[in-house]
């Protein structure tokens, strides 16, 4: 799935995510300011979070109640190796049924569950972000 959206349309393309997601574990790739914690914000209000979403660059994980459970948000940006990953119980998130995003998975690429949901955000000249959505088994 491929869907070019903008910031008035971002509530539309996080309803679309979630619908199309095949499974709960989410991996957000793409560079440094293209997206990511605000998709995942929004794709966090569309499952029933009602507080700030704010990306978890220095804690590694925020936690979020939701419609259907938790939701759990990772930032790896700062990372130095899998083991901090490791540290702070990744594979126990993974084993959840609960919905879990990452952001900068490439840090951990050996950790990552089998099943999962890739999302590759660009920015586009024009301002606007192009998502393509890809399931791996």
């Not at 979403?53 to 994980?61: H, I």
């Not at 952001?103 to 949901?117: F, G, S």
Request: hydrophobic share 35%.
């Amino acid at each position: 799935m491929e869907i070019t959206f903008t910031l008035a349309t971002l509530p539309q393309t996080a309803d679309k995510v979630l619908a199309n997601a095949p499974n709960k574990h989410v991996l957000f790739y793409g560079e440094m300011g293209t997206g990511k914690t605000t998709l995942i914000a929004a794709m966090a209000k569309q499952l029933g979070v009602t507080q700030p979403v704010s990306s978890p660059t220095f804690s590694l994980v925020n936690e979020y109640p939701c419609n259907d459970g938790t939701l759990y948000h990772f930032d790896f940006y700062r990372i130095e190796n899998e083991t901090e990953a490791l540290d702070i119980g990744i594979e126990e998130y993974f084993h959840t049924d609960d919905w879990v995003f990452v952001e900068w998975p490439e840090k951990i690429k050996t950790l990552l569950p089998t099943n999962h949901t890739i999302i590759n955000l660009t920015k586009n000249k024009n301002g606007s972000r192009t998502l393509k959505m890809m399931p791996v088994k």
